[in-house]
């Protein structure tokens, strides 16, 4: 989807500027090859076996390969941002990668916490992914030369739709098709990762269901039922469309900020993008 390069590149055209720097495309690469590294380094973490419908990094080439070649990723990815002169952009860009390692730990030491309180959850989902999301957008505006309101205004849009965002991925993880997602359905609810579907059925559970529930979060490897058991309890409890009334939330958050910004058909752009992201399948 190159859904990161493509925010950074509009939020610069969305301040006004038509005619951008290489300095711009240099940066969005950065930021695609850096989502990769972590995606590699995620699935060795995870151990995971599929990701975009193909073997993983770590399936095919084992741990130290992967590893290393995440790190690779990184490391050119701070060649191109040091290409683009700009100390503010490698700041806003390092401070979220900082964050996603945050979140990432965050989310392993709590793995298996059936109880996992909901604003932990939301500190996660923000550290390892919308503030990355956020960094994208402020770094178009910073290389755009906009002022200090349109950089906010950005940096704002840009941690609303990374929330909307991952809850969208946590929902379809759930109920999404893996022949369309590209990724084994229920991973979360098998590696004990609580996300928001999980945490609204916990909170609609009686003590019984809860129990059950708890039984067999993190353990259901080999249940193969317990996954479409689970669904199904989600569907006919409404948390699915609770969850996604959730994003959309953020939606309309993301693009209230979006008003600082001179109205120009990028700015136009960035609206819709926050429906493709509630609507996505993939
Ligand atoms: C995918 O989330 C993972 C992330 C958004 C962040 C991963 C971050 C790291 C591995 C640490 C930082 C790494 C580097 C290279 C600096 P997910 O597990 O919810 O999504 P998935 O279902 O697609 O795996
Ligand atoms: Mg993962």
């Given at each position: ?62 741990k130290s ?37 945050e ?21 996660i ?40 965002f ?14 369309a ?15 928001l ?12 269901q ?26 006919s409890a ?8 959730a ?20 700015r ?7 429906e ?5 399948k993939?």
């Amino acid at each position: 989807k190159r859904l990161r390069p493509m925010l950074l590149v509009l939020s610069a055209r969305a301040c006004g500027r038509d005619k951008l720097d290489l300095s711009v495309y240099q940066a969005a690469a950065a930021t695609e090859l850096i989502h990769m590294a972590t995606l590699i380094h995620d699935d060795v973490v995870d151990e995971a076996a599929t990701r975009r419908g193909l073997p993983t990094a770590f399936a095919l080439f084992g741990k130290s390969a992967s590893v290393l070649s995440g790190d690779v990723m990184l490391a050119k990815a701070m060649d191109l941002l040091a290409r683009t002169g700009s100390v503010e952009v490698i700041r806003a860009i390092s401070g979220a990668v900082v964050a996603m390692a945050e979140g990432e730990v965050r989310e392993i030491e709590t793995r298996g916490d059936f109880d996992l309180a909901k604003s932990e959850h939301f500190d996660i989902l923000r550290l390892k992914t919308a503030e990355f999301m956020a960094a994208c957008c402020e770094t178009g505006a910073i290389l755009a030369g906009a002022s200090e309101a349109e950089r906010r205004a950005l940096a704002t849009y840009g941690l609303h739709v990374g929330m909307a965002f991952q809850i969208i991925d946590d929902v379809l993880d759930y109920a999404g098709n893996p022949a369309a997602t590209g990724k084994p359905q229920g991973t979360d609810f098998i590696e004990g990762c609580a996300t928001l579907p999980l945490i609204l059925l916990r909170e609609r559970s009686n003590q019984d269901q809860r129990e059950n529930l708890a039984r067999l979060f993190g353990g259901a490897r080999y249940e193969c039922d317990a996954i479409s058991t689970v669904v199904r309890l989600m569907r006919s409890a409404g948390v699915l469309d609770e969850a996604e009334r959730a994003a959309r939330a953020h939606v309309t958050d993301a693009v209230s900020a979006l008003r600082a910004l001179p109205e120009n058909g990028a700015r136009q752009f960035l609206e819709e993008v926050t429906e493709l992201i509630l609507a996505r399948k993939s």
